[in-house]
């Protein structure tokens, strides 16, 4: 299997220079916005892996559980970095993994529905505890204030850095991120095949109930 992560000698300039230099860019929206940052190409038929593998990740690409459990590797490191570094895929089958800028930020919401999950911009004290939307006495506030995680997918990343101006300590601190997003990489992959040698893709039929108009005699 592939192997994204590299060791880098932090007590050189050359060596932290030439790693975030030469590092594997890719679109951080389409290819007309010409905005890059850091990315790795993890493709299926990229990841170096044999074909009784390969075949089983196509079928796992198709089930919600199978990005569910990435989607844990991926907002684990959005967290270590309070959300001002974030992952996401992209391309056109999203098949490149990228890194983006982002944040977190008051979302201005006070109060939620514990019935339907909406949420409110004022207080329950403010407008009490029905909720607009599902009719149900179940508005709470939030215990704390409500946090919204943006990304910005249109901005580039050192795109045309030559870091020739950058302290060893700054020039540290980016190797870092970047190793740490090498790191998310090898970790997915390895995720990926975990879940392709401990789990078996099966059909399932269900039925999704509907509401239909009828006529029926009426009762005198």
């Not at 593998?53 to 990005?67: G, R």
């Not at 089958?93 to 909406?118: F, H, N, W």
């Not at 302290?167 to 992959?189: G, K, N, P, Q, T």
């Amino acid at each position: 299997m592939v192997t994204y992560s590299k060791k880098v000698d932090r007590r050189s300039r050359t060596a932290m220079t030439d790693f975030l230099r030469n590092h594997y860019r890719y679109n951080t929206m389409n290819s007309w916005n010409q905005s890059t940052s850091y990315a790795h190409n993890m493709k299926i038929d990229r990841l170096g892996l044999g074909s009784e593998i390969v075949n089983k990740l196509f079928d796992l690409i198709q089930t919600n559980e199978f990005y569910w459990r990435l989607d844990d590797l991926k907002r684990e490191f959005g967290e270590a970095h309070n959300h001002q570094w974030q992952v996401g895929f992209n391309g056109r089958s999203g098949g490149y993994l990228v890194l983006y800028q982002g944040e977190i930020t008051p979302s201005g919401y006070k109060s939620y529905c514990s019935a339907c999950g909406q949420k409110n911009y004022k207080s329950v004290k403010e407008s009490g505890s029905v909720c607009g939307k599902c009719g149900k006495a179940e508005r709470k506030d939030f215990p704390q204030t409500h946090m919204s995680i943006n990304s910005f997918p249109g901005r580039s990343t050192d795109q045309y850095e030559d870091f020739e101006d950058w302290d060893m300590y700054s020039l540290r601190e980016r190797v870092d991120l970047v190793c740490e997003f090498d790191a998310l990489a090898d970790a997915i992959a390895a995720e990926a095949v975990y879940m392709a040698e401990n789990f078996e893709v099966e059909e399932e039929t269900y039925h999704v109930p509907h509401i239909r108009k009828v006529l029926v005699e009426a009762i005198a």
